[in-house]
């Protein structure tokens, strides 16, 4: 079948090969068709090595597909069943599942060193985090699934996978955002775009999306944003609020800059919301005093902060109904063999989310 795949860490550019073979279907383990994968940022911060993942590996993470074949004892999926992929799911008994912390579950980070891809040549590949949606097939364990309405189209229900249920499950779960708020969102990347819609749809009568290509900032104002500013704006724009700053501030770059001028941005009393996956030695720095005199609340949320089945539910109920804006995000869909393309429109800022489509 065919592939994308890195063969070394910090490489610009994907091999698209049709020699490739998902391994490791067995019990527990699901065969899935892939339909549609999407381009995330995190992908990129694999292949440059920002986030850990051994290599030659598949990237792809926001993936939608079909169910092929099931191992034994898997229950609850058949095959023909429409499902997303779920890069980091709960294992249901670890004490942060248990507290009901779920998405704080790191159970399956000890998949990552299982290869689930061989080339031709015998050579082992990864799939990301335990996924590789860049390809026509994969096999997974069971729980990296989640059943979606056969309604919903398998371009759109990629993007339930990570950036729609990041963005949106850090405002409803982390910040939980109240009618009336002030909110800025600094990126407009998909994740940025998701946290606006989940600002607006939470009722926050101000909206400030921050990012330094006009294209996006104006592409923002169709999703609910009241104002779209440059970076070098934001200082400005916060002192004009009532408060002297907003009551919400996300971060989705995943850079300590940012971070730092959300922290600033944020009034006395308000919340920093982290939602960028950022780099180890990536530092940000604040003093003892203006922590303890501002009382603001840094609040990082990983996989939107909440079960993650759960946020994803919550976006398809909000598609259903019209509140929330998926086939928007999507401003280009290319052949599978055009991969390189997409990793260059994004790093561009070009895109918001490409949908790679295998058929």
Known sequence: ???AILRETGQDTL????????????PGRV??????????????SAMTGVLP????????????????????GVSGLAPGDRVVLCWMPPCGHCPACRAGRSHLCVASLRRLATPTFRLADGTDAYGFYSTGAFAEELVVAADSLLPVPADLPYELAALIGCG??????????????EAGSTVAVIGAGGVGIAAVQGARISGAARITVVDPVASRRERALGFGATE?????????????????????????VGRAATVRAGYDAARRGGAV??????????QVSFSMGELFFNEKRLLPSMYGGGDVRRTADLAVT???????????????????ERVNEAVAQMRAGEALRTVLLTD
Not at 164 to 177: D, I, Q, S, W, Y
Not at 318 to 336: E, F, N, Q, S, V
Request: glycine share 12%; hydrophobic share 45%.
């Open 1 to 3: 079948m065919r592939a």
């Open 15 to 26: 091999d698209v090969r049709d020699d490739v073979e998902a391994v490791g279907f067995g």
């Open 228 to 252: 779209a500013i440059a970076p070098e704006e934001l200082k400005a724009a916060a002192r004009t609020l009532p408060a002297g700053g907003y009551d919400h501030v996300f971060e989705a």
């Open 318 to 336: 909000l598609w259903r109904a019209g509140r929330l804006d998926l086939a928007g995000m999507i401003t280009h869909r290319l052949p599978l």
């Open 164 to 177: 729609v249920t990041t963005g949106l499950g850090a405002v409803v779960n982390t910040a939980k955002v």
């Open 31 to 44: 065969r899935v068709r892939i339909r549609a994968a999407s381009l995330c940022h995190s992908d990129l």
């Open 273 to 282: 919301v982290v939602i960028g996956a950022g780099a180890k030695d990536d």
């Open 53 to 72: 993942q051994p290599a030659p590996f598949v990237p792809g993470h926001e993936g939608a597909g079909e169910v092929v074949e099931v191992g034994e």
